[in-house]
């Protein structure tokens, strides 16, 4: 897939007011895109290079299910939603990725991601889930077991193959760094990491459609109680499909439609790119007013004498 539109538009605007007085202001970028990979409507530059952080990890769940271990293992909705999962490390959370290694009679020690602080193992690191999916494949394949977040690593292999399927480019050409949980995570332009979400919801891949559904049937797995992703799709009940990631990132697709938003906030605060989502999500008629009016209330006001408000609109290009 080409990607030579590289259109050019003001940024959004989010300011953080105190009183209706301006006192901070984030700047940020995004991307609007079908699954024909056009970029529809674009703030700031299209071809902005952002690392996916762990709005990847359906993609990384799509590479681990192609290996079988969905029948192998008799994974259901809610272990394929937590391998797409940024989880808050609950009970419920670290069981089911235990339980997830148990069907495979894998250890928890073999997890590379680390014990989070005043945790009792890494069962409880937000990214256990995908880790857990990794060894699943690497055992159904046969490969081994301590080295599976290396790059070299047949099971990272078979992710970029499939991110060089769905991005219609060759695997070396991607550019990839060590994401916090030690696996590897790849730069992408913005109008590709939509390109990805457009793909993902529109339909045409049981395989995609698989993740889709556990996601909006399991939110409370992908993300947890009062986290963005798992309210918004709780709140538009199976229309949209919603993943954050690390420094600023924030992706949504529209199921059954082929469109994917993809939100990058220059200086990586959390706080502003829901605040974006949900003004973006209003803009395009992608969530109902009822719906976007309980979830400003939880995700725009942050203290309170102090909330945040949205500047700008998306352009077509």
């Known amino acids: 897939m080409s990607f030579e539109n590289r259109s050019t538009a003001p940024e959004l605007l989010i300011h953080v007011l105190r009183e209706g007085l301006t006192e901070s202001t984030h700047y940020c970028q995004a991307v609007v895109a079908d699954s024909r990979g056009r970029s529809l409507a674009v703030a700031g530059k299209s071809t902005t290079p952002v690392f996916a952080r762990s709005a990847l990890k359906p993609f990384q769940a799509l590479a681990m299910l192609s290996t079988g271990i969905r029948e192998r293992y008799r994974l259901g909705e809610k272990d394929i939603a937590i391998m797409c999962a940024s989880h808050q490390g609950t009970t419920a959370h670290a069981r089911q990725v235990f339980s997830m290694l148990w069907r495979a009679d894998l250890s928890p020690e073999l997890l590379v991601c680390p014990t989070p602080p005043g945790k009792p193992s890494p069962l ?13 494949a690497s055992r ?20 970029r193959a499939k991110l060089a399927d769905l991005l219609q480019m060759p695997s070396e050409e991607f550019l990839f ?20 979400y457009a793909q993902l919801t529109a339909g045409e891949r049981p395989e995609l459609e698989a993740i889709v559904r556990a996601m909006t049937h399991c939110p409370e797995m992908v993300a947890g109680e009062g986290c963005f992703d798992t309210e918004l799709m709780r709140a538009t009940q199976g229309e949209l499909v919603s993943k954050s990631g690390a420094e600023g990132i924030q992706c949504i697709g529209r199921v059954g439609e082929g469109m994917g938003l993809a939100i ?5 605060a959390a706080r502003a790119k829901y605040a974006l989502a949900l003004h973006l999500l209003q803009r395009m008629g992608w969530i109902q007013p009822a719906a976007a009016e309980m979830l400003g209330e939880r995700f725009l ?6 909330r945040l408000e949205a500047e700008g609109e998306l352009r077509m290009p």
Do not use: E, F
């Open 177 to 196: 760094a060590r994401d916090d949980c030690g696996v590897p995570t790849y730069q992408l332009q913005l109008n590709q990491l939509a390109y990805l």
């Open 301 to 306: 006001s942050i203290g309170p004498y102090t």
């Open 140 to 159: 159904a394949q046969n490969w081994t077991l301590q080295d599976y977040a290396q790059r070299q690593h047949p099971v990272q292999a078979l992710v």
């Open 264 to 268: 990058k906030v220059q200086d990586g």
């Open 124 to 136: 409880c690191h937000n990214c256990s889930g995908k880790h857990a999916g990794m060894l699943l």
